[in-house]
Every structure is written in C-alpha cells, then in structure tokens.
C-alpha cells in the first residue's frame, strides 16, 4: 500500500506560480508511476499530468503544457508539480495519485490516492 500526502496548495492571483508536493511512502513498485489530477466544484477529475519515476518520461494535459512541470526527487521519494502562469480555470482541489500500471493522465491507471490540496487563482 502506498500513502500519499499533498502540499503546498494555496490562493494567487492570475499570471502566478505555486508548486505542490506529494510525498510518497510504501511499495515502490505500486507508485512507480504517479500523476497530479484536480477537480472543480461541478466538474469531473482531470488528469493534469503522469510521471514515470524510472525513466522519467512524462505526460501532461493540452490544457497545462507549457505552464506546469511535473519531477521527483527520489531521495526525498517526493513528486512535485510546478506550476506557473496561473490562471482561474486552474482553480480545483489537486490530487497526487500512484500506482504500477503505466503512465497515464487516466484516473483508472492509479490505486492509490491523496486527500488533496486546493488550489485558487483569483483574476
């Protein structure tokens, strides 16, 4: 089993930057693969971006490439997501996700999951 906890979720105004984190415990082989989701009030999950932790490729959504970058730091077996150029319609509750499937921006690909962090962008 794998437990996941985020931070670093806050409020900024549009054109800013936040990064989360999600530090990661457990199995490594059940969150070789880990990815950032967020959800809207009234809207579905989105998968935002996807990590393979091994080789390091990854995968992002149209709507955040060029803006957010997702990388690990493997001593501290923590996943970030960087994040610049804010804009309202990123405003959501973030979630890190893991799992050993593959990387992927589907929410079916991951088993386990975090509580969250929220994240508000004011125009």
Excluded: H
């Excluded at 989701?37 to 959504?61: C, H, M, N």
């Excluded at 499937?101 to 962008?121: M, P």
Aim: charged content about 20%; aromatic content about 12%.
């Amino acid at each position: 089993q794998v437990q996941l906890a985020e931070s670093g979720g806050g409020s900024v105004q549009a054109g800013g930057a936040l990064r989360l984190s999600c530090a990661a415990s457990g199995s490594r082989y059940s969150r070789r693969f880990m990815a950032w989701f967020r959800q809207a009030p009234g809207k579905e999950r989105e998968g935002v971006a996807a990590i393979d932790t091994v080789y390091l490729s990854t995968w992002y959504a149209d709507s955040v490439k060029g803006r957010f970058t997702i990388s690990q730091d493997n001593a501290k077996n923590t996943v970030y997501l960087q994040m610049n150029n804010l804009q309202p319609e990123d405003t959501a509750m973030y979630y890190c996700a893991a799992g050993p499937r593959g990387v992927s921006l589907r929410d079916d690909f991951y088993r386990d999951w975090g509580r969250g962090t929220q994240v508000t962008v004011s125009s």
